[in-house]
């Protein structure tokens, strides 16, 4: 018989610098589980969960260096799992030579030693376990930086049961027969325009090869519209939403894409004006637009 025990969720350390005045936050009670063999995530499922009743499923991923707690943290995901009934996978990255974590998500980012772990199988796997533990009704994945490079990695091998993604300053494949025939599927992109560790228009680093690109935030999203057959050129601009704490007034400005795309497939492009690589949050009001939309999209 397995087992499982209600607590709550501790608050996640913080790596320095980054995170540091992230706003502290409670979660509520969960039920929580350790799946993945040798490499372990954490699984959490709502306390009030009824066996056999169907939930998504949310994985966060981290950016490089580090961990799924702070993520977790930052965009207030755990704490709305009661409330909008869905369970959370908390995976690690692997650690590559000097202690750090990371996702092998694109060329450019960031398995920058060249171990090749098999990150896709791996994500593929924690959420066939889920199974185990809940009624799975597709899986949603929320990436920030190296995270959202591994979201989209996911997407263009067509993960199974995949019904969406969101990435905060995290992009494509720079050559986009990387993910020739892949499936399309909702995609909201936030990215900030004074990121300065992923530009929003892209860039590059160089290596001994020649130097490895990476496209920028709008481009990555008309991209992925095209592939489920969006009209590009009906793109509407959204009304403008106030998410970051220390910008005043409305600063983030969407533009949807919605015209034409199969399957009802809808996309967002969040451009946050004078955001950072790290955009101070409200994390109750970031963790509640993004499940809303994911869900409802």
């Keep these: 018989m397995r087992s499982f025990r209600l607590l709550l969720v501790p608050l996640a350390l913080l790596p320095l610098a980054c995170e540091s005045d992230l706003p502290p936050t409670e979660e509520p009670p969960q039920s929580v589980f350790t799946i993945g063999g040798s490499r372990p995530a954490t699984l959490m499922r709502p306390v009030d969960y009824v066996p056999g009743t169907p939930i998504p499923v949310v994985i966060l991923l981290h950016g490089y260096n580090s961990h799924s707690g702070a993520v977790n943290r930052y965009l207030g995901i755990g704490r709305r799992i009661n409330e909008d009934q869905f369970a959370v996978i908390l995976p690690e990255g692997s650690k590559n030579p000097n202690g750090q974590r990371f996702w092998n998500a694109t060329d450019y980012c960031c398995d920058f030693w060249n171990t090749e772990p098999d990150d896709v199988g791996y994500l593929n796997s924690l959420y066939q376990e889920a199974a185990t533990y809940v009624n799975t009704d597709g899986v949603y994945l929320l990436g920030h930086s190296n995270g959202g ?19 905060l300053a995290g992009t494509t494949f720079y050559d986009p027969n990387r993910c020739e025939g892949a499936t399309p599927v909702p995609v909201l992109h936030l990215h900030g325009t004074s ?44 009304e403008s939403i106030e998410l970051v704490l220390d910008i005043p007034e409305a600063e983030t400005h969407p533009t949807r894409y919605e015209a034409g795309c199969r399957d009802g497939v809808a996309l967002e492009l969040w451009t946050i004006e004078d955001g950072s690589h790290w955009p101070g949050f409200n994390s109750i009001e970031i963790g509640r637009r993004l499940i809303h939309w994911l869900f409802s999209n």
């Design 195 to 238: 990121d300065a560790t992923i530009q929003y228009g892209g860039w590059y680093r160089t290596t001994g090869a020649g130097r490895i690109h990476y496209p920028g935030a709008a481009q990555t999203v008309e991209r992925w519209a095209g592939r489920a057959g969006c009209d590009l050129g009906a793109a509407a601009d959204l």
């Design 149 to 167: 490079f591994m979201a989209y990695r996911m997407a263009c091998e067509s993960m199974p049961g995949l019904k969406g993604i969101m990435s």
